[in-house]
């Protein structure tokens, strides 16, 4: 079955660890795809600094530093497209009815995310739409989530191969992604033009940021 990994967020800016995210799911899921989801207007974030424009140019850089098989990264704008806030729930409904019943798609989130899973609009609609497979940050564990995200998460939770051969409805735990980068961080040492920002950024997209005087 041919699956796609659907990586959502403000990339602003994308940095390594989004790349090291979508590298290490599709090696593990066996994916065929990994499409890189920039929000339009996240509605539990504030204001975004870099314009959607930007933001895609520099995702554009980075994924053309990865390598093309067995995966292909990609980069779809509907959420840029959308008036009005971006819910997840309207993306994978969107998605599902464009790519069929058959395809598997895999919603990658990372732990902070998981947290605050049971916070998201229709939460408990995702696995109708999609599997999803959280990556595990430093200072974050499975065992500090709600109950109601707890009882979700243990009834579904299946070995990658499931996810691979079946469309939605399940979850994995990626545990061997031991990467904490924080673009919030990134954009301060940006701003004082830090030089500790440039080894969390790949090197076009530091190019590009100094070039355009971001952040």
């Not at 930007?54 to 292909?72: D, K, N, S, T």
């Not at 309207?90 to 998605?95: E, G, Q, S, V």
């Not at 079946?166 to 992604?177: A, I, K, S, V």
Request: with cysteine; net charge negative.
């Amino acid at each position: 079955m041919h699956t796609i990994g659907l990586f959502g967020g403000s990339f602003d800016p994308v940095h390594n660890a989004h790349l090291a995210l979508a590298q290490a799911s599709a090696k593990t899921l066996s994916l065929g795809e990994v499409r890189f989801l920039p929000a339009g207007q996240p509605w539990q974030k504030d204001g975004l600094i870099a314009n959607p424009t930007q933001r895609v140019e520099m995702l554009q850089l980075a994924i053309a530093g990865l390598p093309a098989q067995p995966c292909r990264f990609d980069i779809d704008q509907r959420e840029l497209k959308r008036s009005g806030a971006t819910y997840t729930i309207d993306t994978l409904i969107d998605l599902r009815a464009e790519v069929g019943p058959g395809i598997s798609l895999v919603l990658l989130i990372g732990a902070d995310q998981l947290l605050k899973l049971h916070t998201w609009r229709r939460w408990q609609e995702l696995w109708a739409y999609s599997h999803i497979a959280v990556a595990m940050r430093p200072g974050y564990a499975v065992d500090q989530l709600p109950d109601e995200v707890t009882q979700e998460w243990q009834h579904r939770e299946a070995p990658p191969a499931t996810l691979h051969n079946t469309p939605h409805g399940h979850t994995f735990l990626l545990r061997d992604l031991d990467i904490d980068i924080s673009a919030t961080a990134i954009r301060a040492d940006l701003k004082q033009d830090a030089p500790s920002s440039d080894g969390l950024l790949p090197k076009p997209v530091l190019d590009y940021i100094r070039t355009h005087h971001l952040y």
